[in-house]
C-alpha cells in the first residue's frame, strides 16, 4: 500500500454529532483556521456551541454537513449545499491548519463526492473558491473540476479578491 492509499484509508466521512464540539472548540482557537474559513477570532464558546448545536441538528432540505475523520479524529467538516434536483454545492473544511497540504481535503472532498453521487443522486457538483485559495483550487482542479467563471469578490486572508466558480459532471 502506498502512501497515497494509506492516506486515503485512514479518512471517513461521517454524521456530525454535539460531542465533536471539543474539535469544533479547538478549531475556533485556530487563529489560521478562522482568519481562512472567515470564523470570528476569539468567538465565546457559549455562541459557538449554539451554532454547533444548529449544524448537528440541521433541518434544511438543501444542506447536509458532514465529519471528517482523520485516523478516528474529528478534524473538519465537508458540505453538500443548494442541493435541488441533481446538482449541490461542495464545501470542505479541514480544521487543524497543521493538517493543511497533507492530501486530507483532496481525500475527504472526493469522499464527500461519493457520497452525495451515492446517497443523494448528485451528478452536478459546484463549488467556488477565492482566486487567492490556492490549496482549494488545487484541490478542485487535481478532482477534475473545471472553472467555468469568475464572478464576484470576497475576502480572503485579508485581501479582497475574485470568485471562481467551477463545475463536475460525473
Known amino acids: 500500500m502506498n502512501d497515497k492509499q494509506k492516506l486515503s484509508s485512514c479518512i471517513q466521512i461521517r454524521s456530525i454529532a454535539i460531542n465533536d464540539f471539543e474539535a469544533v472548540l479547538k478549531w475556533s482557537k485556530d487563529d489560521s483556521f478562522c482568519f481562512a474559513n472567515g470564523w470570528e477570532i476569539n468567538r465565546k464558546p457559549e455562541d459557538l456551541y449554539r451554532w454547533w448545536l444548529l449544524c448537528v441538528n440541521n433541518v434544511a432540505n438543501d444542506f447536509i454537513r458532514m465529519g471528517i475523520e482523520y485516523n478516528g479524529k474529528l478534524v473538519g467538516y465537508a ?32 469522499c464527500m463526492l461519493k457520497f452525495a453521487a451515492d446517497k443523494l443522486g448528485i451528478t452536478i457538483f459546484t463549488a467556488e473558491t477565492n482566486e487567492a485559495n490556492l490549496r482549494s483550487r488545487k484541490i478542485l482542479e487535481k478532482i477534475g473540476f ?7 469578490s470576497e475576502e480572503y486572508l ?13
Open 158 to 170: 485579508g485581501m479582497v479578491g475574485s470568485l471562481i466558480q467551477y463545475r463536475l459532471e460525473v
Open 146 to 152: 473545471k472553472e467555468i467563471s469568475r464572478v464576484g
Open 79 to 110: 458540505d453538500m449545499a443548494s442541493i435541488k434536483d441533481q446538482t449541490a454545492e461542495l464545501g470542505i473544511a479541514i480544521g487543524e491548519s497543521g493538517l493543511w497540504g497533507k492530501g486530507i481535503g483532496f481525500n475527504a472532498a472526493n
